[in-house]
Every structure is written in structure tokens, then in C-alpha cells.
């Protein structure tokens, strides 16, 4: 899988650590051969994806979209939005550094690419689950 990080923010990201934290995912979820596409931006950004996708003029943190389902070396599985405004709001509130925050937001936008959501308890649970799982293992 080929992973590219963009920042549309002009603030340095921890590249080598998502890039490591999302190759200790794939260890053990197997995505299909392909491309994904994390790209950081602000919450003026993610307010307009948010509003045209899910009908809420808000920001959030982590948008996720999955774009091609066939395995090959020219697909994209997805790309994954992450807002580094309301990423340092969330790392403030949980009394998180800031990278940690960010990984957590990468871990949960390529979970939701692999297929897992949190629209229900039960899978909310699942997918919680999975997200603490792989980041304790990437932090061992």
C-alpha cells in the first residue's frame, strides 16, 4: 500500500510516525493493494466537506471517504481529512500532545476505511476497541 501525507496547513505533521503507525495497521487488516490519501487541513476546510457530505456546517475532526473497491496498483482506497484545528482543541481537552492526537485521528480515519464504523453501539465499541489496540501496539 502507498501512503501520502499532505498538508494543505503549512505545519509540519509527524510523517514517519503515521507512516509507521499505519504500516503496523496493515500488519495485521491486509488492505488491498492501493493507494491512501491522508490530508491535513483546516477547520474552514473540513466545515465545507462536512456540510457537503453529511449535512453539517460543523467542523470535525476526521473525515473519511473510500474511493475506489478493486485492489490494484493505480486504485486509491481513500482518503482521510483531519482537521489540525479541532485535532489541537481535542489533544487540549484530553490532555493529549498534539502528534498523539493526530495519530489516534489517522488510526481512526484508516479503520473506517478497512470497514469499521461507529454508527451503532456495538460496532462503536468494535471499532473503539481496534483503535486502542493498534496504538498501544504502535507505541510498544
Known sequence: MRLNIISDIGKRMPQKKIKAL???IEEEEEPPDST????FIDDKQISRLNREFRNNPNPTDVLSFNLDYDAGVDSVLGEIYI???TAGR???????TFTDEILRLCCHGFLH???YDHE?????QVMEK???????KFRS
Request: net charge negative.
Open 130 to 136: 481496534k483503535e486502542n489496540y493498534y496504538l498501544e
Open 83 to 85: 482537521s489540525t484545528d
Open 113 to 115: 476505511l478497512l470497514g
Open 22 to 24: 499505519i504500516a503496523c
Open 120 to 124: 451503532k453501539t456495538k460496532d462503536w
Open 36 to 39: 491512501v490519501n491522508i490530508i
Open 90 to 96: 481535542n489533544a487540549a481537552q484530553s490532555n493529549l
